[in-house]
């Protein structure tokens, strides 16, 4: 699939508005406001944190050329600014990394020193066609393990990987039973925060356990990118009910 500019993938949400499609709404205000730097302003990170920016977080959207951030944080609003991605390691409580997975070592050697105590979201899919054999490795493992190899010293947390972006530009708030989002984390009190986050987004999240976990939601799993909800994300990976 061709990978859509910054302005592009804003130009979606703007044409999707225009033909009726459910745009991005407003949640409610978020009950504890953090700062959340992100690392990766693409298609997931830029979609995520426009939603979390409109529900009253801080947020911080860095690129290696921040100057291509503008019309992102304009359509942010005030509670958005841009940087670079060592901004937005240093800015954010919480860091969402949406970079490539192939850049996640990189990322990690760069920055998981900023981070070192923080609470920290990966989204990352490994792709060996994108990534090349650490993606394979990384999927033989699964990312929750393969991610905290390459972020030492975070809280790390798997979540919001098995959303396309578009599910997440498209479904937000949705009215009735919302989409339900798979969790994984080995920190009880990070697992709690990005939780809220998920709540925050526009989401319903779903606590699958340690990240040892993780694996059950990674690609081409029976609830990556399907579109359940959280009962139905509940009763594939046989998790207890809510
Ligand atoms: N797109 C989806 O529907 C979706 C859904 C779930 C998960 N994901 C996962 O989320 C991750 C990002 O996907 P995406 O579709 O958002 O990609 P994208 O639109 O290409 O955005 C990725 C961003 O990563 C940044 N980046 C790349 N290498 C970097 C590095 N070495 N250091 C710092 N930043 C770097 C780039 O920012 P600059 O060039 O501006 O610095 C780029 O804007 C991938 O792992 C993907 O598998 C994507």
Redesign the pocket.
């Known amino acids: 699939m061709a990978?859509?500019t910054?302005r592009d993938?804003l130009a979606l949400i703007t044409v999707s508005a225009a033909a009726g499609v459910r745009p991005i709404r407003l949640g409610a205000q978020a009950a504890t406001p953090r700062r959340i730097g992100i690392?990766?302003?693409?298609?997931?990170?830029?979609?995520l944190g426009l939603l979390w920016a409109k529900a009253g977080h801080e947020v911080l959207f860095?690129?290696?050329?921040?100057d291509?951030?503008k019309d992102l944080v304009d359509k942010a609003g005030p509670n958005a600014r841009s940087g670079f991605?060592q901004d937005a390691a240093a800015f954010g409580d919480v860091v969402l990394?949406?970079?490539?997975?192939?850049?996640?070592p990189?990322?990690g050697k760069?920055y998981a020193a900023m981070m070192k105590g923080k609470v920290v979201i990966d989204?990352?899919?490994?792709?060996e066609d994108?990534?090349g054999p650490m993606a394979a490795d990384a999927m033989a493992r699964g990312t929750g393990v393969a991610s905290a190899e390459y972020l030492p010293g975070v809280r790390l947390v798997r979540a919001?990987?098995?959303?396309?972006?578009?599910?997440?530009q498209k479904e937000a708030h949705r009215a009735g039973e919302k989409l339900g989002v798979p969790v994984a984390g080995d920190d009880a009190e990070a697992v709690k925060i990005v939780a809220a986050l998920v709540t925050d987004a526009g989401f319903d999240p779903v606590i699958v356990g340690g990240l040892s976990r993780a694996k059950e939601f990674d690609?081409n799993t029976p609830v990556y990118?399907k579109g359940l909800t959280a009962k139905q994300i509940r009763e594939a990976l046989k998790l207890p009910p809510a």
């Open positions: 990978l859509l910054r993938i690392i990766g302003s693409g298609q997931q990170g830029g979609s860095s690129s290696r050329h921040p291509q951030l991605p990394i949406a970079v490539p997975y192939g850049a996640l990189q990322v760069d989204v990352g899919n490994p792709r994108r990534d919001l990987s098995a959303l396309s972006f578009m599910q997440v690609r990118v």
